[in-house]
């Protein structure tokens, strides 16, 4: 860069400075309820936006406290003098000063570390393939306090704070571009922070960048020696709790909307004034639908309890033009959910106009702890089971798809599978109703050698994983085709206890339910015992294998599961070019499209038994033993009416007339027998 250009670009990151925000890496803090005490009356009068005044102002004298720690001043130095590529003394310097921040001003909340994307127990740390690895990341105590390194092993970017990007030989160019693409993709997971802050670093100097959707503002550059820059905070109204946004709607603008939730490229706010909730996420370009078509249908025959209405969806607008990221092969546009919702769930009388009609589930004690269960036929139903059932837990493993278990490519399941075409007059009505699909995916067909759009080079992938498990753990990324995996696994449990109405009771030891039910209710995550999915089976089933299992009753799905199961098994992330992001959504939904086709033509209406499930007790077990021997004593008891013996000959004198017409009566009147109280979900 030329001297003439370089001076340019400093006197304009040093107007940027002095008017746009103030250097601090720290500023990020005022947005995740952290940093200084401020009275009311200087809450009132603080501007909202940054300016020169706001620079460098301790807002608590405090500061210089920290100014003066002697192991901070000795690490500065340290941080400077290095000439190499060396993280360790950096991260020691910004985890020395949070943690004086942090005890300074903010006990009680949770410290903001810097933790080390090159640290080996970190393994694919704030990785990406199109920014490389990050240096350093700040994050919210690791994932909340969560310290174990099953859990931390890959910290999800939308947990990121902030970043640093470290380079031994600071090129004015590279470095900036590289530092600015990690904030880019950091913001995009991030929507609740307008501003992204980071730092960029090398042995002799450092400076604040600030990425917001206008692009990337630069600060002056500091040496080492100007450490307030890196510590001090700008004052803003809104310090010790949560931050608040104005978003606007049109002529509508919804006031101190407060951040409730932030996932993965979504966040979510409540308006503090009134029941609104706001959305704001990154959707898939080319998908065939919006999440609030889906809220529509469950509101579309009358109100649905414990679901939010939506009132407007819509694109987010920059300059007239939506907001577009790319991921991989996909375009997505960040779109706006204002939802409407009840402050609480209320339960209304029937009698009420409109009312929406909700009853209590069979047994809430239950679901939450099944030794607290009250309800009869839950009892009698846990008594007889050895393995919990599947609604008394949740976040249970058997949901899991295999690939985020393993937290890798699936190299073994390379059994690739064509896109199901749907029967002519099924194929017909499917292309009306989707007419609108602009993805094109509604209407996709397979070539000769392609699988979903797709080929799987076994060479290439061979020369490039085989024996590298840290590359398959690098270039794993989660798709919504494991959601849709997870789906498959939903259908497996409740096909499996599944009970159609009218059935007998079963015989553990006449079906075959238990062996594909320990499968699944034993598969656990991140267990050293069990380092292979021991699921594996129940994907691998045949048709017959699938008879077996199902009630006699459900047969007929037999097919319907080993071909969804086809569908699932293959590792989709190893094809090129890459599939649609909803490729297995649209197989699984042909597959189950067809059947249900071929089912309405055979009059195969089930329907299913919602007060009991299929016994899965081990046939083998002592339990189940010791049950089959009480129930055959019981069996072979004598009755009272069974036997033959003269009471009258007991009887030491007779019993006045009237009672024995009393007798009489009792035993020729059919004595109620007693039910078990049944629950509906209405």
């Known amino acids: 860069m030329h001297a003439g250009s370089r001076a ?30 401020m009275s009311n009356s200087e809450a009132q009068n603080t501007p909202t936006s940054f300016h020169s005044a ?20 000795s690490l500065i130095p340290k941080c400077g003098s290095n000439r190499q590529t060396s993280y360790g003394m950096l991260l020691q310097l910004l985890n020395r000063a949070s943690l004086l921040i942090h005890d300074k001003w903010t006990e009680g909340q949770k410290l903001m570390i810097f933790v080390d994307a090159h640290n080996p ?10 920014t490389g690895e990050q240096d350093l ?59 992204m802050y980071g730092v960029l670093a090398s042995p002799d100097r450092y400076s604040i960048q600030a990425y917001c959707a206008c692009g990337t503002i630069e600060s002056l550059v500091y040496n080492w020696a100007e450490i307030e820059p890196l510590l001090f905070l700008s004052r803003c109204a809104n310090i010790l709790e949560s931050p608040s946004w104005d ?61 939010v209405k939506v009132k407007k969806e819509y694109d987010v607008l ?48 239950a679901e939450i702890d099944p030794e607290k269960a009250v309800s009869l036929t839950f009892v009698a139903q846990k008594s007889r089971e050895e393995i919990d059932p599947l609604r008394c837990r949740t976040g249970t493993p058997m949901f899991v798809a295999r690939s985020p278990v393993l937290g890798g490519l699936l190299l073994g399941s390379v059994n690739f599978r064509r896109m199901l075409a749907l029967p002519c007059d099924v194929a017909a009505k499917y292309q009306t109703a989707h007419a609108g699909d602009s993805s094109g995916l509604r209407a996709f067909r397979d070539g000769d050698t392609t699988h979903h759009g797709g080929v799987y080079h076994r060479k290439d992938v061979e020369r490039k994983y085989c024996g590298n498990s840290e590359q398959r753990r690098r270039d794993f990324r989660h798709q919504p085709r494991h959601d849709a995996e997870s789906v498959f696994w939903c259908m497996v449990v409740f096909l499996l206890l599944a009970v159609p109405l009218g059935s007998p009771e079963e015989d553990p030891e006449e079906s075959c339910l238990y062996a594909p039910w320990k499968l699944l209710a034993s598969h656990r995550l991140f267990s050293i015992y069990e380092p292979a999915d021991s699921r594996l089976h129940i994907i691998e089933a045949d048709v017959p294998s699938w008879e077996a299992w199902l009630h006699p009753g459900l047969q007929h799905a037999a097919r319907l599961m080993s071909l969804l199961a086809a569908q699932v098994s293959p590792e989709w992330g190893i094809i090129q070019p890459p599939p649609y992001m909803l490729h297995l959504h649209e197989a699984m939904q042909r597959i189950i499209l067809t059947h249900i086709h071929v089912w309405d033509k055979e009059n195969k209406d089930i329907r299913f038994d919602t007060e009991r499930t299929r016994d899965t007790t081990d046939p083998n077990s002592w339990t189940y033993q010791e049950r089959r021997t009480r129930q055959a004593a019981a069996t072979l008891a004598p009755s009272k009416k069974s036997t033959n013996i003269d009471t009258s000959v007991l009887r030491k004198r007779p019993l006045p007339e009237e009672d024995d017409d009393d007798d009489e009566e009792e035993e020729e009147q059919e004595q109620p027998i007693a039910k078990i109280p049944s629950f509906r979900l209405i």
């Open 247 to 307: 978003i606007r709607d049109g002529d509508e603008v919804y006031e101190n909307c407060v951040v409730q939730s932030v996932l993965d490229m979504t966040w979510v706010a409540r308006v503090e004034s009134s029941p609104v909730v706001i959305k704001e996420s990154y959707r898939d370009r080319g998908a065939s639908f919006r999440e609030g078509e889906i809220y529509d249908l469950l509101h579309a025959k009358g109100p649905s309890p414990g679901f």
């Open 8 to 37: 340019k670009k400093e006197r304009r990151c040093k107007h940027i400075a002095r008017t746009h925000f103030a250097s601090s890496h720290f500023q990020l803090w005022h947005t995740l309820s952290t940093v200084t005490e």
């Open 137 to 195: 990341g700040m994050v919210l105590d690791v994932t909340n306090g969560l310290t174990d390194k099953a859990l931390t092993d890959k910290i999800p970017w939308h947990l990121v704070s902030s970043t640093v990007e470290w380079h031994g030989e600071r090129d004015s160019e590279d470095s900036t571009v590289e530092a600015s693409a990690n904030l880019d993709l950091v913001n995009r997971y991030r929507p609740d922070l307008v501003t």
């Open 318 to 365: 920059c300059d007239g033009r939506p907001i577009m990221i790319g991921l991989g092969h996909t375009t997505c546009i960040k779109t706006r959910l204002i939802m409407s919702t009840l402050k609480m769930h209320v339960r209304h009388p029937r009698s009420q106009r409109f009312a929406a009609p909700m009853a209590r589930p069979a047994d809430m004690n």
């Open 54 to 73: 706001m620079l460098n102002k301790p807002a608590n004298e405090k500061i210089e406290d920290i100014l003066q720690d002697r192991e901070l001043r």
């Open 121 to 130: 127990s970190l393994v694919n740390l704030l990785h990406d393939f199109r």
